[in-house]
């Protein structure tokens, strides 16, 4: 049994202590009795570990790596018509090596659950190979999900949607898409209903690059929160990006929020990569590249925040620092007033945790696993 004392309690105003036995927090309150072992955590604040629920581990690093000194024009599209290139020379060693880079970014800052979108495009499964065997050799120090996530598309590439599906026999957990890089708006929908259909025959997760880009006809989440709502798959599925959802009219949106709050779905937002690709055909006012995070947080829709990119072809800096993600966020959004700001070390913690599914044992609270971080800073969390 260990105790960790004189620490502040995120949300728990009456607790100093913590008590932990074989991984598990068996106690949180005040003076807890002698132990075996007592950490003193000096008056700093405890918190739930960091959650990234949006990285694309297979891309880390590759701009700089592979000999790319430009992201080109910064736009989304042109960033995915480039990938071929970069990745035609990735081998299992050459993904590893820049991923765990990025895992060391990440979980050096906090980051203990990661869910990562791997790109399936490529029959040889090159990158889901790799991060298979990371998951595996890291599972101790971090938490990684993976996505089965058809870069190139399920249509677009040829036998796309046949990858998505070996993907998943071969261990991925969850199912990605990307319906607005589909070549029609008929085949963006088709691939909505493939990943349904996919998920439900292979018992795993949802989470959907949707509508990212600011064209407010795009509109792919009403369709797959249609479909998760009538199959009562909601709280399983995420819809990551929704950009497009920022430029949509208001009588759609408040529409559209009602259907979210029935269906349960989670959304994600990556507030520095969609401020660097979205709103560039626009001249001004240009837009924020951001979906509704606010109304989501007061209509009670979980919603949470990701790093996505670090420094590949879609965004060149990244860092895989949460609270950097948080801070540019929480200024994108415009939450921060005094009834907002509590909740906003959520996003990029319990709210993730969320998406990823993991609330059973996540967070800091009795019976849980006993994972947390520890902070300086305690100012407008108490
Ligand atoms: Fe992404």
Avoid at 1 to 16: D, L, P, S
Avoid at 54 to 81: C, M, N, P, R, W
Avoid at 224 to 237: H, I, K, P, S, W
Avoid at 333 to 349: H, N
């Amino acid at each position: 049994m260990k105790k960790f004392t004189n620490a502040v309690v995120y949300r728990q105003k009456e607790a100093n202590e913590i008590l932990v036995d074989k991984g598990i927090i068996k106690t949180i309150g005040s003076n807890l009795g002698l132990v075996d072992e007592t950490i003193d955590l000096g008056g700093k604040l405890v918190i739930a570990p960091y959650v990234d629920p949006h990285l694309h581990l297979d891309y880390v690093y590759t701009l700089s790596e592979l000999g790319q000194k430009s992201a080109g024009s910064g736009t989304l599209f042109e960033a995915i018509e480039m990938w071929p290139k970069f990745k035609e020379n990735l081998t299992i060693e050459s993904v590893k090596k820049l991923a765990i880079k990025g895992i060391r970014d990440e979980v050096s800052q906090g980051v203990q659950h990661v869910r990562t979108h791997i790109d399936v495009t490529d029959p040889k499964f090159t990158a889901l190979k790799a991060m298979l065997e990371m998951k595996e050799e890291l599972k101790d120090i971090v938490e990684i999900q993976i996505v089965a996530f058809p870069q190139e598309g399920m249509y677009t590439y040829r036998g796309g949607l046949e990858l998505v599906e070996e993907a998943l026999k071969m261990g991925a957990d969850v199912v990605g898409g990307i319906p607005h890089y589909e070549p029609a708006r008929e085949f963006g929908e088709k691939s909505i209903h493939d990943i349904v259909k996919l998920a439900i025959k292979y018992d795993k997760l949802i989470d959907v690059h949707c509508d990212e880009t600011d064209d407010p006809h795009s509109r792919f989440v009403e369709l797959l929160n249609a479909l998760v709502l009538m199959e009562d798959y909601g709280t399983r599925t995420t819809a990551s990006h929704t950009c497009s959802f920022g430029s949509a009219n208001n009588s759609y949106a408040y529409r559209m929020i009602d259907l979210f709050k029935k269906s349960k779905m989670n959304f994600i937002a990556c507030p520095t990569e969609n401020a660097y690709l979205q709103g560039r055909q626009d001249t001004y006012p240009k837009r924020r590249g951001l979906t509704r995070v606010k109304e989501f947080m007061e209509e009670g829709i979980n919603i949470a925040f990701a790093q996505d990119s670090i420094n590949d072809p879609w965004y060149p800096m990244g860092n895989g620092n949460l609270m950097n993600i948080l801070d540019n966020g929480i200024h994108l959004a415009q939450i921060m007033s005094p009834e907002v700001i509590e909740k906003d070390l959520d996003l990029i913690t319990y709210n993730g945790a969320r998406c990823l599914n993991i609330q059973d044992r996540y967070g800091l609270e009795v019976g849980k696993d006993a994972n947390f971080i520890v902070l300086d800073g305690i100012v407008l969390l108490m």
